[in-house]
């Protein structure tokens, strides 16, 4: 339309010039003008002068480049933006009250039966039950006697591990057999009546363990779970002796959690690295009711964004991509951001995502996504209003796509309060998702009041 526009222009000075020019001269001159002249400045003089405009405007256009053989030119196409460090997430265990597996939770949750009940045992202030979040049978009589003979047979004091301490350690156990079974399929791992490697076989790394409980531990009770835990790694399949145990018990599990998933990714760029992250807490004792009771966060009729005390256990085995290669099996690609937020999200107006939305951009930037390829949103976030607004905000202001009945998932509620449990039951359940879905899923911790992390699980590429 604009070529139209300017020739239409070009013919209007042509013309208005000619004739303009033209009756100026008949009329200087006074006298009336032939047919032939008037064909000559009327007709002919403009079409001359715009057959030249248009001639010098041909003239002095810059040659066009050629076209390549075969078809038109077609514009260059920007290289694939290209997936930052990764670290690599092999398998995942747990035991929640809603389920001893990651299927078993995820049903649970779609199903809406991953909610808290009525305590058969706590009692609130007033004398009613509280709501809690309650595993079944976490640990036996027989389970407490045996990890109470090895303790002593180490020579290690009495560690005096309250019930709820008792019902963590019992729950972690079992997931941390789980994982050091897969672990020890290691091609490296020697059997057991072999004392020295073969020869030219590479050296095994140390498997590295996070186990992360809350604050409520002593040093001396850490000590003994973390021994205990040890040892249970050493009887799974993994060598002792080539295992390294640390203990997080910070107000803030899930920082702690996602600080060390972005340490290992540094790290396993150029590292062989194997590990194991570990989370146990159980807030189902008259202990716990009574610190949130008087902290006035405790769930009753009349605080309804109170916590419901909850329980369980969640890991995840990690390697970076040379280990993840020996062992097998189909591993997603984590990608970790976290950040603080400027005020508490408890004592904010109205819930804001914006952080959320940022971290979110930040993980799917490193892994090389787009947010619109996202498939499934999982979270740690409970019940509470403010948490479950900005969960929401985030999945319908960023990524629209997903469908909040079937996509989005949270484990919060599945879980109650128990520390860094519920974050890592999300990411284990963005573990299962991630290889059904063959698509990338973001797993997001909104349940504390300052930090927020997200993690981008994306699947292994297709295989042609």
């Known amino acids: 339309m604009g070529a139209w526009i300017k020739g239409g222009l070009a013919a209007l000075v042509a013309f208005g010039i000619c004739w303009g020019g033209a009756i100026a001269w008949w009329q200087g001159t006074g ?39 075969g078809g038109p030119a077609e514009a260059a196409t920007p290289a694939p933006p290209v997936a930052g460090p990764s670290l690599a997430l092999l398998a995942a265990a747990l035991r929640t009250p809603h389920g001893a597996a990651p299927e078993e939770l995820a049903e649970a949750i779609t199903d809406q039966r991953a909610r808290g009940d009525l305590d058969p045992e706590l009692l609130d202030d007033d004398g009613y039950p509280v709501m809690s979040v309650r595993v079944a049978d976490p640990i036996d009589a027989e389970g407490r006697e045996q990890i109470g003979l090895w303790l002593a047979a180490q020579g290690q004091p009495d560690p005096l591990f309250d019930d709820e301490q008792w019902r963590a350690l019992g729950m972690a156990t079992s997931v941390a057999a789980e994982l050091a079974h897969q672990a020890g399929a290691h ?3 020697l059997p057991d009546d072999a004392s020295v490697p073969a020869a030219g076989m590479p050296a095994l790394p140390v498997l590295q363990v996070l186990l992360a409980l809350t604050g409520a531990w002593n040093e001396a009770q850490r000590g003994a779970a973390a021994a205990w835990i040890h040892y249970v790694v050493g009887e799974s399949g993994w060598p002792a002796s080539h295992a390294a145990i640390s203990v997080a018990a910070q107000p803030a599990p899930a920082a702690a959690v996602s600080n060390w998933l972005i340490q290992l990714t540094a790290q396993a760029a150029g590292t062989p690295t194997i590990a194991m992250l570990l989370a146990c807490d159980s807030q189902i004792g008259e202990a716990s009711v009574n610190a949130l009771a008087a902290d006035g966060r405790l769930f009753t009729a009349t605080r309804q964004q109170g916590l419901m005390p909850g329980e369980g256990a969640a890991g995840l085995l990690l390697a970076d991509a040379s280990a993840a290669a020996l062992l097998g099996g189909d591993p997603v690609h984590l990608h970790t951001v976290a950040a603080r937020r400027d005020d508490s999200a408890d004592v904010a107006r109205k819930p804001d995502a914006a952080l959320l939305r940022n971290l979110g951009a930040q993980a799917c930037t490193q892994g090389a996504v787009e947010p619109a390829a996202v498939a499934m949103l999982l979270a ?39 520390g860094a449990v519920p974050f890592v039951a999300a990411l284990a359940l963005a573990h299962r998702n991630a290889l059904e879905r063959q698509a990338p899923v973001l797993c997001v911790s909104n349940e504390d009041p300052h930090y927020r992390c997200a993690v981008l699980v994306r699947p292994p590429p297709r295989q042609a």
């Open 380 to 418: 740690d976030t409970g019940h509470r209003t403010s948490r479950v607004m900005e969960l929401m905000e985030l999945a319908t202001g960023a990524l629209v796509q997903l469908d909040a009945g079937t996509d989005v998932l949270a484990t919060g509620s599945a879980c109650g309060h128990a």
């Open 31 to 69: 006298r009336s003008p032939s047919n032939t002249e008037l064909a000559a400045l009327l007709l002919a003089a403009p079409l001359a002068l715009l057959a030249t405009f248009l001639l010098v405007r041909h003239l002095r256009k810059p040659a066009a480049a050629p076209e390549a053989a």
């Open 187 to 189: 091609p490296h791992v």
